[in-house]
């Protein structure tokens, strides 16, 4: 079994990393969505990353694939989805990559979804969040090529 913690869009608060850290240290891994706004690599040690689209200083892929207890994980910040039928075309890039599992950011909005055999999880805004919403990442749980559980968690003020 396997412990991920996941989060987005902190635009430039580089402590929430280290805080999350803090409130979830027995994470076997940490993945970041992007909109980090690192100006270091050295800021997203310890994190798998990828570039959203406030990352101009660091050369970080637009994707990233993982596979973690027999699941497949793609991992991007989202902001070639647009905001209507998100799913829709995650599900192009999810075939294209051969996953089930998708990380995404970009919107600030947490949620988890599932489309068939297909699972999209948003962080939500670590520190910026919208709709509504309150700061949050999410933990996911994954055992034998199950996810069994995700949950949002929201950040303490």
Known sequence: MKKLVIMSDNHGDMNIMSDIRVLEPDADLYIHCGDSEATHKMQLEGFVCV??????????????KLKVEGVSILITHGQFYGYFD??????????????TLMFSGHTHMPSI??????TFINPGSTSWPRGGSKRSY??????????????IKELPN
């Not at 570039?51 to 990233?64: E, I, S, V």
């Not at 998100?86 to 996953?99: V, W, Y």
């Open 51 to 64: 570039a959203g689209n406030n990352d101009w200083g660091l050369d970080l892929p637009r994707f990233a």
């Open 86 to 99: 998100r799913e829709k075309h995650m599900i192009k890039d999810l075939k294209k990559h051969g996953c």
């Open 113 to 118: 979804k599932s489309e068939g055999k297909y």
């Open 138 to 151: 999410a933990v996911v749980t994954l055992d034998d090529g199950q996810i069994t559980s995700a949950e």
